[in-house]
């Protein structure tokens, strides 16, 4: 049974910082490309970054940086000065061309003072 499981969420001032994490079991990241996205209240989901491609969306460039470590099979979002508008709930993600791609529960991140 495949599970992504993200940690780290929580409540954070404004100019804070956070980092999250997704723990895989089930797959081997390796075979995946690894990706978090978020959904703030009333919006849709929408893609962070990418692993492989280090894709950002403009708002977070420059204070979000994406990583994975392959032996705890465990990718991470690490964000910097921290907006109330990054205030979203975090989605992990794995995704491999021709497979099932699979969603973690998400994790709740709070900008706030």
């Known amino acids: 049974q495949v599970q992504l499981v993200e940690s780290g969420g929580g409540l954070v001032q404004p100019g804070g910082s956070l980092r999250l994490s997704c723990a895989a079991s089930g797959i081997s990241i390796v075979d995946y490309e690894m990706a978090w996205y978020r959904q703030a209240p009333g919006k849709q989901r929408e893609l962070v970054a990418r692993v492989s491609q280090i894709i950002f969306t403009n708002s977070v460039k420059g204070r979000f940086t994406i990583s994975r470590d392959n032996a705890k099979n465990t990718a991470y979002l690490q964000m910097n000065s921290l907006k109330p508008e990054d205030t979203a709930v975090y989605y992990c993600?794995?995704?491999?061309?021709?497979?099932?791609?699979?969603w973690g529960k998400g994790t709740l991140v709070t900008v706030s003072s």
């Open positions: 993600n794995a995704y491999r061309y021709g497979y099932t791609a699979y």
